[in-house]
């Protein structure tokens, strides 16, 4: 199992990053639109993050993805800073399981 993770781990890793670069891009815009397809990504994390085991990660974005449908109700400005307060949180739970560079000899 463990094999299986470090084979798939960098990958979650680089697509992760791309889907919460573009969550955190689309929350500045704060329109109805904007946070449907933040919930949408953020929903795709947390089911990749929960096939490899990352459960702190799929937690973080199952909130982030209640935060994203509260925002399309309320359109408060409190519930959207807590929205981007969580994709930053999100972003340092995916940033500390990137596998290093460095290798073993």
């Given amino acids: 199992m463990e094999d299986l993770i470090a084979t798939f781990m960098p990958r979650f890793v680089a697509i992760a990053t791309k889907r919460i670069s573009l969550a955190l891009e689309l ?3 704060r329109t109805p639109d904007s946070v449907t397809a933040i919930a949408r990504e953020l929903h795709a994390i947390a089911g990749e993050a929960g096939l490899l085991g990352l459960e702190a990660i799929e937690a973080h974005a199952r ?3 209640g935060l994203a449908k509260k925002v399309r109700t309320s359109r408060s400005d ?3 800073d807590a ?3 969580s994709l930053t949180e999100l972003k340092g739970a ?3 399981v ?3 560079s460095a290798t073993s000899g």
Avoid: C, W
């Fill in 27 to 29: 929350a500045t815009k």
């Fill in 98 to 100: 990137a596998p290093t």
């Fill in 94 to 96: 995916i940033d500390r």
């Fill in 63 to 65: 909130t982030g993805e």
């Fill in 78 to 80: 409190a519930d959207a």
């Fill in 83 to 85: 929205l981007l307060a």
